[in-house]
């Protein structure tokens, strides 16, 4: 069970980037992928969550309204649209299957951590 994170970069402030996160010879039915971020002297944190099972979404309070989860219909790759981005967003974003197929505890960490990938970094700056 492997999930391969990419699409990271460096991107002004107001800028929008993608991020993919694909898995490799599996599908994910029946999981709930998250997206998490540790920036530069900070703690992990979770950003967003998709459940496949039922296609609920979650948002952290500090990128609900910016950034969208979605999986596309084959149901390999989850993708992390991330629009108005600023300078705080800077981190490496990984991806994780989380514990629960419905999100449930993805925000204090709740994943399977065999599952988490390299990550790929994000840098928001001018």
């Known amino acids: 069970v492997q999930l391969v994170e990419s699409g990271g970069g460096l991107v002004q402030p107001g800028g929008s980037l993608g991020l993919s996160c694909a898995a490799s010879g599996f599908s994910l039915d029946y999981y709930a992928i998250g997206w998490f971020r540790q920036g530069p002297g900070k703690e992990r944190e979770g950003v967003s969550c998709i459940s496949i099972s039922d296609g609920s979404t979650y948002y952290a309070d500090t990128v609900k309204g910016r950034f969208t989860i979605f999986s596309d219909n084959e149901k390999i790759t989850v993708y992390l649209q991330m629009n108005s981005l600023k300078p705080e967003d800077t981190a490496v974003y990984y991806c994780?299957?989380?514990?629960?197929?419905?999100?449930?505890?993805?925000?204090?960490?709740?994943?399977?951590?065999?599952?988490w990938g390299q990550g790929t970094q994000v840098t928001v700056s001018s």
């Open positions: 994780a299957i989380v514990l629960d197929e419905y999100c449930s505890g993805y925000e204090y960490g709740e994943i399977a951590e065999r599952t």
